[in-house]
């Protein structure tokens, strides 16, 4: 997991070093299903950021793999999910992520259900060692 962790960290450092100059999504695949909009990345704004310069904000896209919160959502909307997006907040002097906002789409590519997280509502996590968490920190802190 450590050398798949520094090789993302590095790929994320030379795309983020050579994609500024484009405007369109470049969806860059860091695990099975899994990708991160590495145009996307940028210094958040909001009420959280006042006080701290290094929390940054991305959007992630999960395909649906079948697992069980993929199963219990379909059955939960009563539709067939594609995938999931969500834009995810990273703090990196304290080394904790939150969800900012989500939409989860359906076969067609049409939103079934999207939410944004209000400013006071925010619930920051600690990030893991050795998890997604720790990647995108890596990726995205320590260049």
Same mark, same amino acid.
């Given at each position: 997991?450590?050398?798949? #962790?520094?090789? +993302?960290?590095?790929?994320?450092?030379?795309?983020?070093t050579? *994609? =500024?100059? #484009? &405007?369109?999504?470049?969806?860059?695949?860091?695990? /099975? !299903?899994?990708? +991160?909009?590495?145009? *996307? @990345? /940028?210094?958040? %704004?909001?009420?959280?950021?006042?006080?701290?310069? %290094? +929390?940054? %904000?991305?959007? $992630?896209? @999960?395909?649906?793999?079948?697992?069980?919160?993929?199963?219990?959502? /379909?059955?939960? =909307?009563?539709? !067939?999910?594609?995938?999931?997006?969500?834009r $995810?907040?990273?703090?990196?002097?304290?080394? $904790?992520? #939150? @969800?900012?906002? =989500? #939409?989860?789409?359906?076969?067609?590519?049409?939103?079934?259900?999207?939410?944004?997280?209000? /400013?006071? &509502? +925010?619930?920051?996590? *600690?990030?893991?060692?050795? $998890?997604?968490?720790?990647?995108? =920190?890596?990726?995205?802190?320590?260049?």
């Amino acid at each position: 997991m450590v050398n798949f #962790a520094k090789k +993302i960290s590095l790929l994320i450092f030379f795309m983020l070093t050579f *994609s =500024y100059a #484009a &405007q369109a999504v470049t969806w860059q695949q860091y695990d /099975e !299903k899994k990708y +991160i909009d590495l145009d *996307s @990345i /940028e210094k958040y %704004s909001g009420v959280h950021s006042l006080n701290n310069n %290094s +929390i940054y %904000s991305f959007w $992630t896209k @999960i395909l649906n793999n079948k697992n069980q919160v993929f199963l219990d959502d /379909e059955k939960f =909307y009563n539709k !067939k999910i594609w995938y999931k997006m969500a834009r $995810t907040l990273i703090d990196c002097k304290n080394k $904790t992520l #939150a @969800i900012k906002s =989500y #939409a989860i789409y359906d076969l067609k590519g049409q939103i079934i259900d999207a939410h944004e997280v209000p /400013e006071y &509502q +925010i619930q920051w996590s *600690s990030i893991i060692p050795e $998890t997604l968490g720790e990647l995108y =920190y890596n990726g995205i802190c320590l260049p």
